[in-house]
């Protein structure tokens, strides 16, 4: 009986060593131990037997068991071992070799604008803030000092979606439309952040309008200062190191004039040097003037409306268009270009995508 153990183990350890592959392993463990296999078939027979026959048939038998078990668990780890190192092998890649020079996509314009403008500021210690792009009239004009029926909401060319089905008053509902502008963010970043706030805001802004210098989507940065102390000599401070960092121009002259927007007392737009000599628009101090930016500081009312004392609080906020900046920085001469998605343009215009914009690093290529 021994002997046919033994011979049985040479057999099946055997088969086990010579399985060339997973399946075959498989099938040598069915040989051996499955339903009808030839260890199970030996168990079967012990019913039959005398009881200490039985009893020492029986160690054996599961001395066998065992030992198959362990060859079969061990051969089928060697195999799965194998076949990770396999597929490690043919899935290897070289993280250190150079991006594939043929790669030819771009940076658009109007990215890489933004990524230098978030550049400057976020060296200054201001953050990212950002809201809808679908707003509401509050948002967009009410909280921002834009009365009802006030003028200046006509001069904004606002595109309204469709009034709510609810069965709410239409003259009293509340609209909900594409905001005209980024201000809105300023409300939203006020009645949820305490102060000090010091925040730009890029985002995308649409009004009904399509002309060589207007789009119905084109893009704003506006900017946030909030605290107990601020006054305009540091919003002309900060602005001017703006310009004077992304146009490269160290003595950069500014010029603040007064204007009016509903959200600001005082207002003023900031003109920067230039010269337009030969039909030629350089930035530098050549004694004419261009406009840049709208700014002032901070509507009490605008304040009041997102839940800040103005004796406690004041602040300063700029707004500016993405896409003049970028055109006057890389002589983009027009705004509709920007959104042809023509690929020659992108090509032309288009930024290395991994040239990441920074104030040391350098803001271009
Ligand atoms: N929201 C204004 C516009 O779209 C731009 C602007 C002007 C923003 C002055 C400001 C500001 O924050 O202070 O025309």
Redo the contacts with the bound molecule.
């Keep these: 009986m021994s002997a046919h153990i033994d011979q049985l183990r040479a057999e099946l350890l055997g088969a086990v060593q010579g399985a060339k592959d997973a399946a075959a392993l498989e099938e040598v463990r069915v040989t051996a131990l499955g339903k009808k296999g030839r260890i199970t078939d030996l168990m079967k027979t012990l019913g039959g037997m005398a009881p200490d026959e039985r009893k020492a048939f029986g160690q054996n038998l599961n001395v066998l068991k065992d030992e198959v078990a362990a060859a079969l668990d061990t051969r089928k780890r060697a195999f799965e071992s194998a076949a990770l190192d396999a597929r490690l092998a043919s899935e290897r890649m070289d993280v250190t070799l150079p991006v594939r020079p043929e790669a030819r996509g771009t940076l658009h314009p109007i990215s890489q604008t933004m990524d230098e403008v978030a550049a400057i500021f976020g060296q200054m210690g201001f953050e990212i803030a950002d809201g809808p792009d679908i707003e509401d009239d509050f948002h967009n004009f009410t909280a921002l000092n834009f009365p009802p029926g006030h003028p200046a909401r006509e001069m904004?060319d606002t595109f309204f979606l469709a009034p709510d089905k609810s069965g709410a008053d239409p003259t009293t509902a509340e609209r909900y439309l594409l905001r005209?502008?980024?201000?809105p963010v300023?409300i939203r970043t006020m009645m949820t952040q305490k102060p000090p706030i010091r925040v730009i805001i890029p985002g995308r802004?649409y009004r009904c309008d399509y002309d060589m210098t207007h789009t119905p989507m084109f893009h704003?940065v506006?900017?946030?200062v909030i605290d107990t102390e601020t006054n305009m000599s540091h919003l002309r401070g900060c602005l001017q190191e703006f310009v004077r960092t992304y146009f490269g121009v160290d003595d950069l002259t500014t010029r603040f004039r007064p204007s009016f927007?509903p959200?600001?007392e005082p207002?003023a737009e900031m003109d920067i040097g230039c010269s337009r000599k030969g039909g030629e628009l350089k930035i530098g101090n050549y004694g004419d003037w261009l406009e840049i930016?709208?700014?002032?500081m901070?509507h009490p009312n605008v304040l009041r409306a997102c839940g800040l004392d103005p004796e406690v609080y004041q602040g300063?906020?700029?707004?500016?268009g993405i896409e003049r900046i970028a055109m006057l920085k890389y002589g983009i001469p027009d705004l509709r270009t920007f959104f042809e998605s023509d690929l020659r343009w992108l090509r032309h215009y288009g930024f290395a995508a991994l040239d990441i914009p920074s104030v040391t690093g350098g803001l271009t290529r």
Excluded: P
Excluded at 180 to 183: V, Y
Excluded at 293 to 296: A, D, K, Q, T, Y
């Design positions: 904004h005209t502008h980024t201000s300023q802004t704003q506006e900017l946030l927007f959200f600001t207002s930016l709208g700014c002032g901070v300063f906020a700029a707004g500016m």
